[in-house]
Every structure is written in C-alpha cells, then in structure tokens.
C-alpha cells in the first residue's frame, strides 16, 4: 500500500509552492494529507485538513483569528491546534511521515507539530532557518531540517530543485522504514562523556548478556533532555545515569547544561535507576575566549582547540549533592548512587590537573546530609573508568531491575 504523507502550510500565502510540493511527492507514488495553518486568506486549493479545524483544536476560532488581526496570538493558536491535530491524525493511523516548509513563523508551527510526533516518524522541515542555531526548533526530537537556500516563496530555478529534492527525501524516509522490527529487548538508558567512555562501555557489556538493549546519551545538554524526554514517554526499563556533568554546567552556567528538570523524569516514572557523580568536577565552555571573565581565575583543562573545561569548586560540589539528593528524594522506583573516590573523571585522579579531594568529599557530604536514608551510598576508592566500579554500577541495576 502507497505511504501517506502529511503536508502542512500556509496554503494562504505559499500555496504555490505547497501544490508544487504535494504533486512532487505524488509523482513519487506516495499520497498526500495537506494541513492547512493559514490564516491570512483562503487556501489556494484545497486541503484535507482546514486552517479552521487547527484553529479550533488551538482554542479559538479561525473567524476571531481573522478579525483580530493579531499575528502573535494567531500563531500561538495555531502552534498548539496544530501539534494536537497532527498528533491525532497519525495515532488513527493517517499518515506515515510529515513534511513542512516555511520562514521563521511557519517554521515554529512545524516544528511544534513535528515535535508532538514520535520519534521514529519521518520528519523533514525545509526552512530558511535550517543553516542557524536548530536547536529551538528540533528540540530534543528527531527533525531533520533541510535550507530552503532562496525564501519559501514563489518558484525559481533554485526553489524548485530544492523542493524536488525534499520530496524525494520524504518520500525515502517513509518508503525505507522497518517494516518488520526485530525482538524488542527491554531497554536501558545510559548517559556518557569521553571522560566516561570505558565505564559505560564496560557496564553497556554487562547489561547486554543479560538481555537488555542499551541506549547511550551523550551528555552534552541535548543528550540529557533527550534522555530525560523518553524516559518520559515510557522508553526505559532502567537507566544508569554515571554521567551527570550537565549539573555542573547548569549551576555555571556552562554551554552543555541540560536544564534545572535533569534527573527528574526517572524519579518521577519510579524507574530503576543509578546515579554516579562523574565529571561533575568540570563544567564546559567553548574556546578559551568564551569563557565568562568572572572566572578568570579559576583552574582550567583545554580538552580541545574548541573545548575549556573549568574545574568547579567546593562550594559548587556541595551545592550539587544537595540538589542530587532533592532529586533523587522525590523517587518513586528503587534507586542507588554510586561514588568514585579515586576519581570523578579522567582528569579527576591523583597526579592529574583536576584532582581535589576536597571539592568531591563536599559533594558527598552534602549529599549525604540531604538524602533520604533508605537510598544506599556506595563509596568506591577507584576512578569512575576503573572495571570494578563500572561493573558494580551494572550489577547494581540488574539487582534494582530484578527488585522493580
């Protein structure tokens, strides 16, 4: 059977371009649902899906849209309508991926769409927008975006080429999906940093010949929320969280922080987990010039021509084993923490530019003044890579899977 594939746009004010589009794909031999979220004028042809209908789904009808004149609360209206609509529409099984193209606003429609979707769906917005900063737009989602090179608007030598090529490309992603998925092994979740890379590679290798899958998160900010987002959505049977340094650029105000809700999701969802404090002794900026000149003073490790890392201190390490300890209080699954004394990174052991025993016995300290007393500690004297520690963290989250 012929895929089907959503196609949502101001039919208003690029409907050209959309007609262009839905026929490209059609050529393709795939089928097309067009969803309309123009609110400026009638559609140049006619979709499956009205502007009223998103409009309605977003609170408030497209008629009071219109008369108001107001394009901010039009496209806060529209945003939610459309994120609702397309959501349900692929649940009752309409259609198989989505396309979108526009400027800034229609952009921000999109992608709130796109967003409500699971991961997994083919997504592909063509945007003017694409070549900057995505990450407003994609999130901690799987949409693919793609420069429209020239504005979404009228069609020339270049915009044709460019939308010819996104309808090929959807047209790919939708007709190259798995049809038959393999076993499905219950799945586990585990955050990473190159500091951290022999650990979770060590654990990762006990948890797979006990049957479980094992998805690595790099813990780089988007990582983590990612990690945090489909823990959310159910993904998880388990997750070994040893890396946890986006705390450590959350309090600094580092580039790889991953918001004040990181380690929330597991607790919430009483999901087994364990917890490990490893390179929070370093929060991370890009070239040396873009570190804050408040911290001029502060020791440093350039990891690369494009990364500084700063080392945090004592008071900074306290002041994350309270809020570990906040949050892994309000769990609602079994859970444990494990702590490398001889080491929270690479750089973090004896004889090493960061090693500060201090600044890591006031995480434990604080830590463990603050920590629910049914939530066991375990204190290890080696480095967060040494094989007994990252095999202990392993065994201790098959004993957690088996108590759950």
């Known amino acids: 059977m012929a895929k089907t594939i959503a196609v949502l746009g101001a039919l208003d004010t690029k409907g050209q371009e959309f ?18 979220v123009g609110v400026l004028g009638a559609p140049l042809f006619q979709p499956e899906v009205s502007a009223e209908e998103i409009a309605v789904a977003g609170g408030a009808p497209l ?35 989505i396309i979108s193209m526009g400027g800034g606003g229609g952009t921000v429609i999109a992608a709130s769409a796109m967003k409500a979707l699971p991961v997994g ?11 900057g900063d995505t990450g407003p737009y994609v999130g901690t989602t799987d949409i693919a975006m793609m420069p429209s090179v020239v504005d979404v608007a ?40 190159g500091n951290t890379t022999r650990a979770v590679d060590i654990a990762r290798k006990i948890l797979e010949e006990h049957g479980y899958e094992v998805l690595v998160f790099h813990a780089t900010g988007t ?25 450590a650029d959350e309090i600094c105000s580092g580039v790889l922080s991953a918001g004040p ?73 079994p859970v444990a923490v494990f702590i490398p004394m001889g080491g929270f990174s690479e750089i973090d052991c004896p004889g090493q530019l960061f090693w500060w025993p201090e600044a890591d016995q006031a995480f ?35 004993e957690l899977l088996q108590e759950k």
């Open 19 to 36: 007609a262009f589009l839905k026929t490209e794909i059609e050529r393709r031999g795939c089928r097309t649902l067009v969803i309309n």
């Open 63 to 97: 008629a009071d849209l219109v008369a108001r004149h107001d394009r901010g609360q039009a496209m806060e209206v529209m945003n939610r309508g459309a994120a609702v609509v397309v959501r349900r529409l692929y649940d009752d099984g309409k259609f198989d991926g």
């Open 121 to 131: 769906t083919p997504k592909l917005l063509v945007s003017t927008v694409a070549s």
């Open 154 to 193: 009228g069609l020339n030598r270049i915009s044709r080429v460019i939308f010819t090529n996104a309808a090929g490309a959807i047209c790919g992603m939708v007709t190259g999906q798995l049809e038959n998925l393999p076993h499905e092994k219950p799945l586990i979740a585990a955050t990473m940093f």
């Open 223 to 247: 990582g983590g929320r990612t990690m945090e987002m489909l823990i959310e959505n159910g993904y998880f049977a388990g997750v070994l969280d040893i890396t946890t340094t986006e705390w």
């Open 261 to 333: 809700a990181r380690m929330e999701a597991a607790a919430k969802a009483g999901v087994p987990e364990v917890i490990a404090p490893a390179c929070i002794d370093m929060c991370n900026f890009w070239a040396p010039e873009t570190v804050p000149a408040k911290y001029k003073d502060r020791l440093f490790y350039q990891w690369n021509p494009n990364v500084t890392l700063m080392r945090t201190t004592i008071e900074e390490n306290a002041r994350m084993g309270q809020i570990f300890a906040e949050k892994l209080n309000a769990a609602k699954g």
């Open 364 to 398: 434990v300290d604080a830590l463990k003044k603050h920590l629910r007393p049914d939530i066991p500690v375990e204190i290890s004297d080696k480095d967060v890579n040494h094989p007994e520690f990252a095999s202990r963290t392993a065994e201790k989250l098959l």
